[in-house]
């Protein structure tokens, strides 16, 4: 099963990037943990086209039988061992896992029709570059619990 992080955004700061690898790495090489970064589209005065280049850029990235979760503020909260759950549950079905996340007006219709789960990781917002370092450790915090790894402790 791979996982991957689909993110629209500009080239991310370093310290970015060098936590996400962190946690990536510790993946193991049958899950593996990546990142696509998407660059945004040009600037423009319409949200809506915006979000809609957005869409293409994230939909074309996506195979038809990836587990895709929208990362999106009206999305369920999930905690640590319900994601543990979840990875056990597409690894079982042979599932790849695509976690989307969008730009700063979030994620189009149509991608959240697309989506099989939407999930939002806090009442809180995030920068979109922050997002992916908070994603890649719950994902690899979900993988230490659902295989006994002591990372995770009660």
Not at 96 to 120: E, H, I, N, W
Request: glycine residues 6%; proline residues 5%; contains cysteine.
């Amino acid at each position: 099963m791979k996982i991957r992080i689909l993110s629209i955004g500009n080239k991310c700061p370093g310290w970015i990037k060098t936590g996400f690898d962190e946690y990536a790495k510790r993946m193991p090489r049958e899950m593996p943990l990546t990142l696509l970064e998407m660059q945004a589209p040009r600037h423009h005065t319409d949200p809506a086209k915006y979000q809609q280049a957005e869409a293409q850029k994230l939909l074309a990235q996506i195979s038809k039988n990836d587990w895709v979760i929208a990362l999106d503020e009206h999305g369920a909260s999930c905690t640590s061992v319900a994601l543990a759950a979840g990875l056990k549950e597409w690894q079982m079905a042979g599932r790849d896992v695509a976690f989307l996340v969008g730009g700063a007006d979030g994620l189009a219709k149509d991608v959240l029709s697309r989506a099989d789960q939407k999930m939002s990781l806090s009442n809180l917002t995030f920068p979109h570059y922050m997002v992916r370092v908070i994603l890649a450790e719950a994902v690899y915090r979900a993988w230490s619990i659902s295989t006994g790894h002591p990372y995770h402790r009660v």
